[in-house]
């Protein structure tokens, strides 16, 4: 129901935009979020939007350099990620909250896409 894409390996400095293709249930009320798992460490908040798209909520790290947006239609969560860096290299998941509470807690989503793989070289 979740299906994240446009994962790869990419220079430190360099851009990527991830997509996430909501389908089998309607979304509209729920908030999307993307999170990442770096190696070795615990899975983690990125970025938070409603659907409209009026209201979206950063993590520190990424605030300035990752944008995330949704399409008109409603279907697709986007990440764009600008100036990469090494330490941006992870497993990249989206994920709905049928809660709408924009959260940054992994178990407050209730749905995962399978995970996008990120690598920033140096």
């Known amino acids: 129901e979740l299906q994240a894409s446009g994962g790869g390996l990419v220079q430190t400095g360099g851009s990527l935009r991830l997509s996430c293709a909501a389908s089998?249930?309607?979304?509209?009320?729920?908030?999307m979020g993307w999170f990442r798992q770096p190696p070795g460490k615990e899975r983690e908040f990125v970025a938070a939007?409603?659907?409209?798209?009026?209201?979206?909520y950063y993590a520190d790290s990424v605030k300035g350099r990752f944008t995330i947006s949704t399409d008109n239609a409603k279907t697709t969560v986007y990440l764009q990620m600008n100036s990469l860096k090494p330490e941006d290299t992870a497993v990249y998941y989206c994920?709905?909250?049928?809660?709408?509470?924009?959260?940054?807690?992994?178990?407050?989503?209730?749905?995962w896409g399978q995970g996008t793989q990120v690598t920033v070289s140096s």
């Open positions: 994920a709905a909250d049928r809660a709408g509470t924009m959260s940054v807690r992994v178990q407050r989503y209730d749905y």
């Open positions: 089998g249930r309607t979304f509209s009320s729920y908030i």
């Open positions: 939007i409603n659907w409209s798209g009026g209201s979206t």
